[in-house]
T-cell receptor, first 112, second 115 residues
Framework: DAKTTQPNSMESNEEEPVHLPCNHSTISGTDYIHWYRQLPSQGPEYVIHGLTSNVNNRMASLAIAEDRKSSTLILHRATLRDAAVYYCILSGQAGTASKLTFGTGTRLQVTL | DGGITQSPKYLFRKEGQNVTLSCEQNLNHDAMYWYRQDPGQGLRLIYYSQIVNDFQKGDIAEGYSVSREKKESFPLTVTSAQKNPTAFYLC??????????????FGSGTRLTVV
């Protein structure tokens, strides 16, 4: 399975944008890039996913490098409720059993 | 509202006992998954199922068993053969046999403690 590399932790001030990086240099052509976040003692929550083009939804934006070897999750205005562990994950190939492989993620701290 | 329900939220087990964790979804999803999470760690895949009456081992299946008799249910049994069962267990589901272009929905987890 292709691996991802994320910083262990990041800090942000409230109401400022946050850019969470992820490296995935061994990504295959059909791997989707998923982002999830997990609050303490809760299950992970889906944030966004994409294949090649940048993606936007109500929670965040996903910027994917042209060579697909890295991506960035963008929270446009961080709030205290965004403090969580963020996981960048590559899914399996379409048409086969897709298993999410979780690393240790990036712990985001948001301060006033 | 549709979602995944895991029960119980907290579970205590004596050493040597089997225990079954419940996972029910009303999302009409095809694929379901069980993950284990230890403190400060990421999630590790135990078992997964793409369709009813079919399931495959994940990365850490030893000491666990599952069944998939109904589309909406995927119970996990932690057997006495699992040497270190204390952990946070998470169930997830996704549509279309688990193909990579669909998001996953997770339950709120069951925290199992061996006493």
């Amino acid at each position: 399975d292709a691996k991802t590399t994320q910083p262990n932790s990041m800090e942000s001030n409230e109401e400022e944008p946050v850019h969470l990086p992820c490296n995935h240099s061994t990504i295959s052509g059909t791997d989707y890039i998923h982002w999830y976040r997990q609050l303490p003692s809760q299950g992970p929550e889906y944030v966004i996913h994409g294949l090649t083009s940048n993606v936007n939804n109500r929670m965040a934006s996903l910027a994917i490098a042209e060579d697909r070897k890295s991506s960035t999750l963008i929270l446009h205005r961080a709030t205290l409720r965004d403090a969580a562990v963020y996981y960048c994950i590559l899914s399996g190939q379409a048409g086969t059993a897709s298993k999410l492989t979780f690393g240790t993620g990036t712990r985001l701290q948001v301060t006033l | 509202d549709g979602g995944i329900t895991q029960s119980p939220k907290y579970l205590f087990r004596k050493e040597g006992q089997n225990v079954t964790l419940s996972c029910e979804q009303n999302l009409n999803h095809d694929a379901m998954y069980w993950y284990r999470q230890d403190p400060g760690q990421g999630l590790r895949l135990i078992y997964y199922s793409q369709i009813v009456n079919d399931f495959q081992k994940g990365d850490i299946a030893e000491g666990y068993s599952v069944s998939r008799e109904k589309k909406e249910s995927f119970p996990l049994t932690v057997t006495s053969a699992q040497k270190n069962p204390t952990a946070f267990y998470l169930c997830a589901s996704t549509d279309q046999h688990g193909q990579g272009n669909y998001g996953y929905t997770f339950g709120s987890g069951t925290r199992l403690t061996v006493v």
